[in-house]
């Protein structure tokens, strides 16, 4: 029996559902189903958009059927070859074999290819149109979105963009057409994501290209050919878009992918991700050996950091994350951080070749700080997971500044934080998320806001026996004139806090603008319990307290003792009395957003906008202000004349 959904007075709905389906395309498990999407317009002239799998063909027929109510059809517009949209063609044309086939050169050879088909089509290209009555359709050409033949439609009549696979979601459509007769954002966004990503995510040029084209026009509703039809508030879908065909993270976070054996390297990613959460940072943790490398490759596209922790095996990397590694290579995932853990019991092995695949991905920024465990973790581990911690909670306070907030932040992250020396955090960090469906609305802690804390930064020693150390702190303040006090929150995973805790006094030696970015990386990124910081410092200078202190780039020293000392979580707060403190230069104290703008490297440039021509056959892209006028697609074979600019 049909069932069918009116979408407006002369566009009826007639595809079909598929919920038994086990893997889509042979690789992507559907545990809530596929629809299959057919559009039928009942104009002067019928027009049917695509067909549907031949899993559903019945249905699919029936409905049509019930639709056309004893009309024939009169066009079949083709916008995609891949079967599932196209395997019940053959079908359609004996049933009505007086169906106009319209399409594109492209598919005409596709049709040949896959069916034997050799149709009299009515051939389109780039804003061609036809009209069929009431209704004007323009056919627009969206190589490579997902393949090469595809074009998308748009209805100049009634705003209507049949976008063939772009805006397409996994899940059967359970009764209800539109995507806002759902909560959409909540319970179909995930797999939207899924959808687009693992399907179409690595041709991300060709969809921004198509969503350029589509900005020109005044679209009022998407049809696409799986899921839900858009007919309002489809903006938040198309910033989604936008994010996922420019390798945009959408949230600031980090993924965390692991690979062991007997739960070592395991250890450490937990660990890491603890470390990560106490700092405000959300985390997704991943073990590759059983979770499904579409969600994982679906989770890299929404999140701003990775880190990946695999085993050595066989003198290689473990072989599922090798798998996860080369997907999403494959998907040319780009414009991330990433962090690399490895084990090995005798010749780690993993951490350099996991390094050396990301290489070749286009713009990852690769921390140096990889953590390597013979077997089991070790206290030295440990430091080294805090660095990375650390380097991460830097990068991503550094993304945060640089898109003024624009990403928003999955789990927040403190601004306050410079090389190991981490400052005070934010603490826990509420995301309208964390609430949704709750019925409440929860108040958003934006890490942004952080930003607007005015800091100065410090470099903080300590002395314990022979031992000097130090780290860079923002968090001084004096508390107090009478008697003088002042306050320090040190990290407790900073040695100079331990330090501190033990002997109870420290210096203070206020940064001045001319510090140079080797002090932070001589005192912030690195940990004194494996190295000595002060090693060929050039200078040797103590106050009365017996502590060193910093003689250049700094403009006052401060020695205090500890008369309290607070423990507050991932901190500890130290109330102090100044014994001693003088002045040494004239140059203004540095600022954390004078580090910012001026002292620390600026990050790798955004993904810069595409300067080439891309082949309105198959959708490759060559790089460069001039196509030489003789070129030839490497892909197709098709010449200069079937490219445009981007
Ligand atoms: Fe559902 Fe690329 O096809």
């Not at 799998?53 to 916008?79: C, H, M, P, W």
């Not at 910033?239 to 692991?258: F, R």
């Amino acid at each position: 029996m049909h069932c069918i959904k009116k979408i407006t007075d002369d566009l009826i709905w007639v595809g079909a559902n598929d919920r038994r389906l086990a893997m889509f395309e042979g690789v992507y498990s559907v545990p809530c189903g596929v629809s299959y999407n057919s559009y039928l317009l009942l104009d002067d002239k019928t027009v049917l958009f695509d067909t549907v799998d031949k899993s559903v063909f019945r249905r699919f027929i029936e409905n049509l059927t019930f639709a056309l109510d004893g009309r024939l059809l009169d066009y079949l517009v083709i916008q995609h070859m891949e079967p599932d949209h196209s395997d019940t063609i053959c079908e359609l044309v004996l049933r009505y074999p007086n169906v106009k086939i319209v399409c594109n050169t492209k598919t005409v050879t596709m049709l040949n290819q896959f069916y034997n088909l050799d149709a009299d089509a009515h051939i389109v290209k780039e804003n061609d149109v036809l009209c069929t009555g009431k209704h004007t359709l323009t056919f627009i050409m969206a190589p490579m979105v997902h393949w090469p033949e595809v074009m998308v439609t748009f209805d100049q009549t009634d705003k209507i963009l049949f976008s063939a696979d772009a805006f397409g979601t996994f899940g059967a459509l359970n009764g209800a057409l539109f995507a806002d007769e759902v909560d959409f954002n909540a319970d179909y966004m995930d797999e939207a994501r899924r959808y687009y990503t693992n399907i179409v995510g690595k041709y991300g040029v060709q969809t921004c290209s198509l969503l350029e084209k589509a900005s020109s026009l005044d679209i009022k509703m998407i049809c696409p050919l799986h899921g839900f039809v858009w007919r309002k508030n489809f903006t938040d879908i198309i910033s989604k878009y936008l994010l996922w065909g420019n390798y945009e993270p959408e949230e600031y976070g980090v993924l965390i992918a692991y690979a062991s054996v007997y739960g070592n390297t395991e250890n450490a990613a937990e660990i890491l991700s603890s470390i990560l959460r106490d700092r405000g940072i959300k985390t997704v943790m991943f073990d590759v050996s059983v979770a499904r490398s579409s969600d994982i490759v679906a989770e890299a596209f929404k999140l701003s950091h990775f880190v990946f922790a695999s085993t050595t095996y066989n003198a290689g990397i473990f072989i599922s994350m090798e798998e996860l590694l080369n997907d999403l290579a494959a998907h040319n995932i780009q414009n991330r951080t990433v962090g690399i853990i490895e084990n090995g019991s005798w010749a780690a092995s993993s951490g350099k070749l996991i390094r050396e695949k990301l290489e070749k991905c286009k713009n990852l920024n690769i921390l140096e700080q990889c953590v390597s465990i013979k077997s089991g973790l070790k206290d030295e581990q440990i430091t080294q997971l805090g660095a990375m911690a650390d380097a991460i909670v830097i990068d991503i306070s550094a993304r945060v500044a640089n898109s003024g907030g624009a990403t928003s932040s999955g789990g927040g992250a403190s601004a306050s934080s410079v090389g190991s020396g981490s400052a005070v955090n934010s603490g826990s960090a509420t995301s309208s998320s964390d609430v949704a469906g709750s019925g409440e609305v929860a108040p958003v802690i934006d890490p942004a806001a952080m930003f607007k804390f005015s800091y100065g930064l410090f470099v903080l020693t300590a002395k314990d026996g022979c031992k000097d150390n130090g780290c860079i702190i923002n968090t001084p303040t004096q508390i107090a004139s009478l008697p003088l006090r002042i306050s320090i929150a040190v990290s407790k995973s900073n040695f100079t806090c331990d330090m501190i805790a033990k002997t109870g006094v420290f210096n203070l030696s206020v940064l001045s603008i001319s510090v140079p970015f080797e002090l932070f990386k001589q005192f912030g990124f690195q940990s004194g319990r494996e190295t000595d910081k002060f090693t060929n410092c050039g200078y040797a200078d103590r106050t009365s307290n017996g502590v060193r202190y910093i003689p250049e780039h700094v403009n006052a020293v401060f020695s205090a003792k500890v008369t309290e000392a607070y423990d507050y979580g991932s901190h500890t707060l130290f109330i102090a009395e100044i014994t001693q403190s003088f002045v040494l230069s004239k140059e203004p104290s540095v600022t954390y957003q004078y580090y910012f703008d001026n002292i620390k490297p600026k990050p790798q440039p955004k993904i810069e906008k595409k300067k080439g021509f891309i082949c309105k056959i198959c959708g490759y892209i060559y790089e460069g202000d001039q196509l030489p006028p003789d070129f030839i697609c490497p892909i197709c074979k098709h010449g200069a004349i079937d490219f445009e600019p981007l």
